[in-house]
């Protein structure tokens, strides 16, 4: 397949664009360069000869036009996006512009494109999102596909806006939309200012773990590589119009998380104290959700899919890969907002 990547260079959209590589896919890799992306991520594939890069906006009708016509793709992938929650308390409509106006521009852009090809029914525009649109859960129950959307931070709303877009384009012009809503991904390449990178990093230079609340908040942990591989999963054999919810089967507490992450780094980093002695619970986020979880019953019954990484597994990983790839984060810890306390709403 030829496949458009929108925000490739990022975290999960440049585990796609390797997955795709490595099964022999060609990828044109879209990517406006903002600051969370790096195009260290894909530095492994960038000279397959089935790999090209183009800087652009999704924002940009003309550009995405002009990729479009240029690569003739048989797939979009759409993972580009504002991302970080606390990030979008502190500014909210960058969110909405690039996750609202920008998917709108990307869904007409997609619908021209289609529409002047004859509208091949092997079109497919993959909407990729994320649990938060859902909202929080109390101690049982998990999120489904027939969940309603009551998004809490500014970040999960434009999220959904960009959903429920993507699903008027399918009902309204035909365009064959396809759509996942995953849980929370770690994994190589997570930029410094999420969580267990955070958690990492801060362990290692003897700083303060900063800990929101309780701790008792709880997440649903997928480990980046096997969501690319059920993206790919969703894109190929998905049923249009039809939405997928991808989740890690690996339930957590964060102060547990971070605990697992401390003892990690006393076994394969040990120093004089434990690292844990530098956890530290501070204000929480406002709005923070209590509970994701995700039952993930129709992606692997119906597509065969199932996570292949355990939590503990992942962990051990993603710690070894951040202690054995230090020039790259230390890079990404020099751009604005990276270490600092967000989301205050103040």
């Known amino acids: 397949m030829k496949l458009m990547v929108t925000g490739g260079a990022g975290f999960i959209g440049s585990a796609v664009v390797r997955l795709a590589i490595a099964r022999g896919h060609q990828v044109v890799n879209v990517d406006a360069l903002t600051y969370a992306a790096c195009l260290d991520n894909v530095a492994s594939v960038a000279a397959s000869p089935g790999y090209a890069f183009e800087q652009a906006d999704i924002r940009d009708r003309a550009a995405m036009d002009q990729v479009l016509d240029r690569y003739q793709p048989d797939a979009i992938m759409h993972l580009a996006a504002e991302s970080h929650v606390d990030r979008s308390i502190d500014g909210p409509l960058d969110f909405i512009d690039t996750n609202l106006r920008g998917t709108a521009t990307l869904l007409e852009a997609a619908r021209a494109y289609w529409v002047g ?9 993959h909407q990729i999102s994320t649990d938060e649109v859902f909202g929080s859960l109390g101690p ?14 500014p970040y999960a709303a434009s999220k959904a806006g960009a959903d429920h ?11 064959p939309v396809v759509l996942s809503n995953c849980s929370n991904n770690y994994g190589p390449f997570h930029f410094p200012e999420k969580l267990i990178p955070v958690v990492i990093l801060n362990a290692l230079a003897g700083k303060t773990i900063p800990v929101y609340g309780t701790g008792s ?40 998380l971070v605990q697992n992450l401390c003892a990690i780094l006393d076994r394969t980093r040990p120093k004089a104290i434990p690292y844990a002695d530098q956890i530290r619970f501070v204000a929480d986020r406002p709005g923070h959700d209590q509970r994701y979880a995700i039952d993930p019953s129709r992606i692997r019954e ?45």
Request: charged share 30%.
């Open 117 to 125: 090809l004859g509208k091949p029914e092997g079109f497919r525009f």
């Open 140 to 153: 049982e129950g998990q999120f489904s596909e027939s969940s309603p959307y009551a998004p809490n931070s």
């Open 165 to 175: 877009l993507a699903r008027a384009w399918h009902e309204t012009y035909g365009l």
């Open 217 to 256: 908040n709880v997440r649903d942990w997928l480990y980046v590589e096997d969501h690319a591989e059920a993206l790919l999963t969703v894109l190929q054999k998905g049923r249009t119009g039809r939405s997928y919810a991808i989740g890690g089967e690996a339930e957590a507490r964060n102060i547990d």
């Open 302 to 346: 119906e597509l065969g899919w199932r996570p292949s990484v355990t939590l503990e597994e992942g962990l051990d990983r993603t710690v070894n890969w951040y202690l054995e790839n230090e020039d790259w984060w230390r890079r990404l810890q020099t751009r604005a907002g990276v270490g600092d306390r967000l989301g205050k709403a103040t």
